[in-house]
């Protein structure tokens, strides 16, 4: 554990100058948005978090909070409820297709600031929303849709196959947008989802809380930086709090660092019971993710980011969460998230 905290602080470059840097993050929390903001995805699987932390937070009087959706997920019964409750919270709800320029030209009016959390089916889809947000009269901040996996952490980055549509988007950006700025919030793997095995394809690694079995690769002792997704929402509001760090930037950002075998760890503190580990050489996941490739199968992009973490590539010496005003209890814990994933298993028994 005390390991763990080290690994923590360190990741965070974490010193004594941050109590200041903790208060301002607890009164900057404090503030209402100062703008208006149109959402893009905002019911998808991280969408969802960063919708629910933008409305939790609040516009300030004469501003908007929007989502641009399309019509079956407004008729979806599946997604009325929530869209129903966020509306008793302010949100407007605007219908429409994203790849339609009138649709996208109306709902752009007023808006200061769009934040996309589309799918990554629809990521090329973002420069021609980027493109009509720069002739647009009002916006001048865009979240393109990251937060995940770096797709800039270092040479090899570029040749990887699930990077490719967030860099021709970043490119698009550098080439050809002067005026809107562009925010990228690189988040890591999510860690709710890095615990749960994927069936057919377990040697990627995951754990199943039922059967109380991991799969972790290479010895697990690799460290891997996370964020979860509530605290994506989290750190989404942390960067519109914070325009003057956050603007034209990627933002790099964590919950907590921590390894596979910490993980299984926690699972066997919390479920009382000794769990059984297997080991996946990482040569053997280079040769799964190739197979998944070669047969088009859509596992092959979980399997390409599962090795990419595992190869290090979520680790830095500092992240960005200071400068959002974002310390180290204001961020989830490993052993929140295993505690939450340990009731949603019992709640599904
Ligand atoms: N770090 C990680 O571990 C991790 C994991 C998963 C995803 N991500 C990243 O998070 C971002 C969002 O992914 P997600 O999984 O949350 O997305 P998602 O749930 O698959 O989709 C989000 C929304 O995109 C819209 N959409 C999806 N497909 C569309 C299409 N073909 N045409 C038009 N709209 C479409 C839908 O919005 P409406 O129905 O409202 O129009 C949908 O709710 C991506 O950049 C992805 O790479 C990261």
């Known amino acids: 554990m005390q390991r763990l905290f080290n690994l923590q602080l360190l990741h965070w470059g974490y010193n004594c100058k941050t109590s200041t840097e903790l208060s301002r993050g607890n009164r ?103 493109r009509l947000a720069e002739n647009s009269a009002s916006i001048e901040w865009f979240f393109p849709s990251e937060y995940g996996t770096d797709i800039e952490y270092d040479a090899s980055s570029k040749d990887e196959k699930p990077h490719q549509n967030k860099l021709k988007v970043r490119e698009f950006i550098r080439n050809d947008i002067h005026r809107v700025q562009c925010t990228y919030l690189v988040t890591g793997p999510y860690i709710d989802m890095y615990l749960s095995l994927m069936p057919g394809v377990e040697a990627i690694g995951g754990y199943d809380v039922g059967s109380k079995k991991a799969v972790v690769v290479n010895s697990g002792n690799d460290a891997v930086g996370f964020t979860s997704m509530p605290d994506v929402g989290k750190l989404v509001v942390a960067a519109l709090r914070n325009p003057e760090e956050a603007k ?91 505690g939450r994933a340990i009731d949603a298993a019992s709640k599904s028994e």
């Open 248 to 338: 034209g930037k990627a933002l790099k950002v964590q919950s907590f660092v921590t390894t596979p075998i910490e993980i299984v760890r926690e699972f066997e503190k919390q479920t009382g019971a000794e769990w059984t580990t297997s080991y996946t050489p990482i040569q053997e996941l280079r040769d799964l993710e190739e197979q998944l490739w070669e047969k088009n199968n859509p596992v092959a992009t979980a399997a390409t980011l599962r090795r990419i973490w595992a190869e290090g590539r979520t680790l830095y010496e500092k992240t960005d969460n200071e400068k959002l005003g974002l310390g180290l209890g204001d961020m989830e814990t490993l052993s929140e998230v295993v």
């Open 28 to 130: 900057t929390a404090m503030a209402s948005l100062p703008f208006s903001i149109l959402i893009f995805g905002g019911t998808g699987t991280i969408g969802k978090h960063i919708t629910g932390a933008i409305l939790s937070a609040k516009a300030s009087p004469g501003h908007s909070i929007s989502i641009f959706t399309s019509e079956s997920t407004a008729s979806n019964p599946d997604k009325q409820t929530l869209l129903f409750a966020w509306k008793s919270q302010g949100l407007r709800i605007i219908t429409g297709d994203i790849n339609n320029t009138d649709d996208v030209t109306r709902a752009y009016e007023g808006v200061d600031v769009v934040v996309s959390c589309l799918g990554r089916n629809s990521l090329l889809a973002q420069t021609d929303l980027i």
